[in-house]
């Protein structure tokens, strides 16, 4: 921390800060009662799709199957307290996650042909955490002047109940591929199991580059193989609940610079505060990345311990 003009700018603070705070003030925020963090390999989780007909079309004449990227779409939590477990909650946690799949069909000729299919795969879990204890309603309202306040929300607009927040990171596409089983029958979900707002994700995502003629040829395809997906999942999860701290205020957050303002009247301006981008010409070589080599060294290491 330091100070402009005599006064007090966000950063790190030391003893002689301390002096500088001037007032102990109330403020209401969500404390984090208790968080943990989860480190998932989610390994030949079956892909579901919207299309079931035309896409398990794909499946029985693919020859090989890519996952090129996989993406967090959409996350449901349902919090439960623990029996006789005071101020524990179990935290049921299901994952939403939209995989790109490349599927190469052969070709009449030589070569194959590439089609791209958008799919979902499911990842539930549960987890206990503390949260507390403590049931108060809060009622707001908005001012109105010269008139009566509106209510918002209704009467009610929230408690302090503890409430589940997940954070996540884009997932790490590991791998795909086509299950073939001869012991046992699969039966893909259709997208009817899906919400309706995953469900949309997948919509008019599928471009065919062959005559549906082509695909017509069998009334019905038989399920007799499916896709399976593996990604690695990193995530947070926290049990919050809306309280009133006592924290000690230096002042108020007074922006410090001005803004850089981009108009149409000045692009070329603005385009030259840019620094030219030397490492989109030259990649930066290994040892130029932080912890590059010390990464290099410790996979290495591990290595050699599996040997």
């Given at each position: 921390?330091?100070?402009?003009?005599?006064?007090?700018?966000?950063?790190?603070?030391?003893?002689?800060?301390?002096?500088?705070?001037?007032?102990?003030?109330?403020?209401?925020?969500?404390?984090?009662?208790?968080?943990?963090?989860?480190?998932?390999?989610?390994?030949?989780?079956?892909?579901?799709?919207?299309?079931?007909?035309?896409?398990?079309?794909?499946?029985?004449?693919?020859?090989?199957?890519?996952l090129r990227r996989a993406e967090v779409v959409d996350v449901f939590t349902d919090i439960e307290p623990v029996p006789f477990k005071r101020g524990f909650y179990t935290v049921d946690i299901k994952f939403f996650i939209k995989v790109t799949l490349d599927f190469f069909l052969p070709r009449d000729s030589a070569g194959a042909r590439i089609v791209t299919v958008p799919g979902i795969i499911l990842f539930d879990k549960k987890v206990i955490l503390f949260g507390s204890e403590g049931n108060?309603?809060?009622?707001?309202?908005?001012?109105?002047?010269?008139?009566?306040?509106?209510?918002?929300?209704?009467?009610?607009?929230?408690?302090?109940?503890?409430?589940?927040?997940?954070?996540?990171?884009?997932?790490?596409?590991?791998?795909?591929?086509?299950?073939?089983?001869?012991?046992?029958?699969?039966?893909?979900?259709?997208?009817?199991?899906?919400?309706?707002?995953?469900?949309?994700?997948?919509?008019?995502?599928?471009?065919?580059?062959?005559?549906?003629?082509?695909?017509?040829?069998?009334?019905?395809?038989?399920?007799?193989?499916?896709?399976?997906?593996?990604?690695?999942?990193?995530?947070?999860?926290?049990?919050?609940?809306?309280?009133?701290?006592?924290?000690?205020?230096?002042?108020?957050?007074?922006?410090?610079?001005?803004?850089?303002?981009?108009?149409?009247?000045?692009?070329?301006?603005?385009?030259?505060?840019?620094?030219?981008?030397?490492?989109?010409?030259?990649?930066?070589?290994?040892?130029?990345?932080?912890?590059?080599?010390?990464?290099?060294?410790?996979?290495?290491?591990?290595?050699?311990?599996?040997?």
């Amino acid at each position: 921390m330091h100070f402009d003009n005599d006064g007090v700018v966000a950063g790190a603070i030391n003893e002689k800060d301390l002096s500088r705070i001037r007032e102990a003030v109330c403020i209401q925020v969500e404390k984090i009662y208790d968080s943990c963090r989860e480190k998932d390999c989610i390994e030949n989780a079956k892909v579901l799709f919207r299309d079931q007909q035309k896409i398990q079309w794909i499946i029985n004449r693919a020859i090989n199957v890519k996952l090129r990227r996989a993406e967090v779409v959409d996350v449901f939590t349902d919090i439960e307290p623990v029996p006789f477990k005071r101020g524990f909650y179990t935290v049921d946690i299901k994952f939403f996650i939209k995989v790109t799949l490349d599927f190469f069909l052969p070709r009449d000729s030589a070569g194959a042909r590439i089609v791209t299919v958008p799919g979902i795969i499911l990842f539930d879990k549960k987890v206990i955490l503390f949260g507390s204890e403590g049931n108060a309603k809060i009622f707001k309202s908005s001012f109105v002047e010269d008139g009566i306040d509106k209510k918002i929300k209704g009467s009610l607009q929230q408690d302090n109940l503890p409430i589940a927040k997940v954070e996540v990171v884009e997932p790490i596409a590991l791998n795909a591929k086509i299950q073939d089983p001869a012991d046992k029958f699969f039966e893909d979900c259709c997208v009817a199991h899906l919400p309706r707002s995953i469900e949309d994700l997948l919509e008019d995502e599928v471009v065919y580059d062959f005559d549906d003629v082509e695909m017509a040829t069998e009334s019905r395809q038989v399920i007799s193989r499916r896709v399976v997906a593996s990604v690695g999942l990193f995530s947070i999860i926290k049990l919050v609940r809306f309280v009133q701290l006592l924290i000690p205020a230096f002042d108020f957050c007074v922006p410090a610079r001005q803004c850089i303002s981009a108009t149409e009247a000045n692009p070329c301006e603005l385009f030259e505060t840019i620094a030219f981008p030397v490492d989109e010409f030259f990649p930066p070589q290994k040892r130029d990345f932080p912890g590059a080599l010390a990464a290099e060294k410790e996979m290495a290491g591990e290595m050699k311990d599996k040997r």
